[in-house]
T-cell receptor, first 114, second 120 residues
Framework: AQSVSQHNHHVILSEAASLELGCNYSYGGTVNLFWYVQYPGQHLQLLLK??????LVKGIKGFEAEFIKSKFSFNLRKPSVQWSDTAEYFC????????????FGAGTRLAVHP | GAVVSQHPSRVICKSGTSVKIECRSLDFQATTMFWYRQFPKKSLMLMAT?????????EQGVEKDKFLINHASLTLSTLTVTSAHPEDSSFYICSARGTSGGKGGYNEQFFGPGTRLTVL
C-alpha cells in the first residue's frame, strides 16, 4: 500500500533559521506531490505542488521543494523562517493519471520563536 | 485558487442524533469530492470519495451506514453522521477535485475550512 512518511513530527526554530522538512513516499509509479500548510485555526492551504518538469518547485511564501525520484523524496525548504510560519505542514501524494486519492503524511508541527 | 465552503463550521449535538455537513464548491464544478476526518494532532484520514450522481466509495474501516454521503450536484456534497456518538467527535474536512482544463485540473484538490463536530 502507498504511504507517506514525514520524519519530523515537531520542529522548533528561531526566526531566520533555515528549514527543511523531510517527506518520503512509497510508490513505484508516477506520482503528483503536494505540500499543504494548516495555520492555527485555519483550513488546509496548498503551499506548492509537483506534477512534472523541473524537480525544484517554488511555492508561496518563499517555500520550495525538491523532488528526488531516486530517493522517493519531496523535502520542503525555506532559507529563513518567520514567526508567521508557525503551522502544521502536511506532505501528500496521489497517483498521477489515476484514482485521485490523496495520501497524507502524519504532519510536522513547526513552531518558530521570535 | 478555487473556493470550497463547508457548513456548519461547528456543531454540537446530543448522542443519538444525526448531523448533516454540507460541502460546496463555490466557483467551479466538482465531479469528485472527498471527505476526510482529522483527529487531534494527527493527519487527515480519507473516509470516502464522492462522485456526482453515483454512490460514494468508502475507505476500509469506514461504516457506510453511519456516514452517509450524497453528491447530488456538481457543486454540493453532504455528509450525514447518523446516530452520532461521542467517539464520532472530530474535525471533518471536505475537498473538491478540479476539472480537466479548469482550476487545478484533475490532479489537485481544494479543501474546505472543516467542520468541528462535538457529540455530547
Amino acid at each position: 500500500a502507498q504511504s507517506v512518511s514525514q520524519h519530523n513530527h515537531h520542529v522548533i526554530l528561531s526566526e531566520a533559521a533555515s528549514l527543511e522538512l523531510g517527506c518520503n513516499y512509497s510508490y513505484g509509479g508516477t506520482v503528483n506531490l503536494f505540500w499543504y500548510v494548516q495555520y492555527p485555526g485555519q483550513h488546509l492551504q496548498l503551499l506548492l505542488k509537483y506534477f512534472s518538469g523541473d524537480p525544484l518547485v517554488k511555492g508561496i511564501k518563499g517555500f520550495e521543494a525538491e523532488f528526488i525520484k531516486s530517493k522517493f523524496s519531496f523535502n520542503l525548504r525555506k532559507p529563513s523562517v518567520q514567526w508567521s510560519d508557525t503551522a502544521e505542514y502536511f506532505c501528500a501524494v496521489n497517483l498521477s493519471g489515476g484514482y485521485n486519492k490523496l495520501i497524507f503524511g502524519a504532519g510536522t508541527r513547526l513552531a518558530v520563536h521570535p | 485558487g478555487a473556493v470550497v465552503s463547508q457548513h456548519p463550521s461547528r456543531v454540537i449535538c446530543k448522542s443519538g442524533t444525526s448531523v448533516k455537513i454540507e460541502c460546496r464548491s463555490l466557483d467551479f464544478q466538482a465531479t469528485t469530492m472527498f471527505w476526510y476526518r482529522q483527529f487531534p494532532k494527527k493527519s487527515l484520514m480519507l473516509m470516502a470519495t464522492s462522485n456526482e450522481g453515483s454512490k460514494a466509495t468508502y475507505e476500509q474501516g469506514v461504516e457506510k451506514d453511519k456516514f452517509l454521503i450524497n453528491h447530488a450536484s456538481l457543486t454540493l456534497s453532504t455528509l450525514t453522521v447518523t446516530s452520532a456518538h461521542p467517539e464520532d467527535s472530530s474535525f471533518y474536512i471536505c475537498s473538491a477535485r478540479g476539472t480537466s482544463g479548469g482550476k487545478g485540473g484533475y490532479n489537485e484538490q481544494f479543501f474546505g475550512p472543516g467542520t468541528r463536530l462535538t457529540v455530547l
